[in-house]
């Protein structure tokens, strides 16, 4: 057992004065309403589950389940409770008797193929890319890998027009859905000696990702598994040590945070930088920016199990971009769910992930 289990976490529970502050930000209330549905609300559910209070029913694993884990509310939290470990902690309780059929069949298909979607292919070979020694890898990661080509492809262009010898990896997905949604440790740590030992063996020394979710995973969980021998760079970090001569761009920029990249793992400056780097773009920042900014819907396997949930907190955060003409982020599920909210918001804002503008202009 290597995470926090709700035993452990009892005290942190009983820090919440139940103040509310929780309640100004998180994107789950302002779309319910319901006290259930924040911060204060899911804690004392998780410790009513701890002291055996009630009996398990639908309302409220749903309302443990109704949460993006985007720690906006950790931010604003005058108390520092852990409210992600907590809630987190809790789906684990719950998983393997009232886990959600949307969730069960997401665990399921990581078990059986190694990534969430069911897929078969290896990793990779559709970009006639295979693994070989390198002090530089790329981990594709399930929704580049799969589902969005374009955000894989490019990243690898850029590294390409670089001129950095990097290589991919045997990889199986990170662990971040099942470590989201209260998969199985045992699981998580399969997944987690797979990948390691993929990197070991090619002697990999930086290991740059396109996900916020895997590169979060592997700097924040991987090593409550094991010591890591390399160091996780999520693309944008790398990219703005770089000198990258792009052409101009005169048109109106800004910029979403994703949560697994901003408040988890507190990468704010790299894509900054590198937006910087464009000449003519105008680069201008929402209201609520860096550890501010709301959350896009999302993660925390929310878009998967309440979808219209989801759709409705990307279309008022795609409403905050309005003044631009590009809607620029760095994480392939901000990518998907702000156009998702944006079919909502009929907003005519483009979306795109940040390495699809930089390999466009390098
Ligand atoms: S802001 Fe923190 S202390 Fe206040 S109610 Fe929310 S979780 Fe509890
Ligand atoms: S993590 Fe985000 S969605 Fe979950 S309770 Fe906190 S503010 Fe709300």
Redesign the pocket.
Known sequence: MTEKDLDSLEKEMLVCTQCGY?RS?????EDLGWDSS??RG?VILAYGMLKDRFDIDDSIVETLYE???????ERRCPSNVC??DI?EAARKELFEDYALEKHKKLADRINEFGNPYGETTKRGEEFGKTPHKAKVGYFLGCTPGYRNPNIAKTAMSILDKLGVDYTVIDEVCCGSPLQRIGGNDEDIKKLVDHNLNSVEELGIETLIFSCAGCYNMFKNHYPEFRDLKFKPMHITEFLAEQDLPLKEFPKTLTYHDPCHLGRHAKVYDAPRKIIKKIPKAQFKEMDLNRELAR?CGGGGGLRAAFGDISQRIAGRRVSDAEFADLLLTSCPFCVNNLAFGKELSKSEIEVKDIVELVDELL
């Open positions: 929780c930000v998180c994107p789950i209330f924040v911060a899911r949460c993006s884990t985007c720690g906006d509310c409210v992600v809630i959350c």
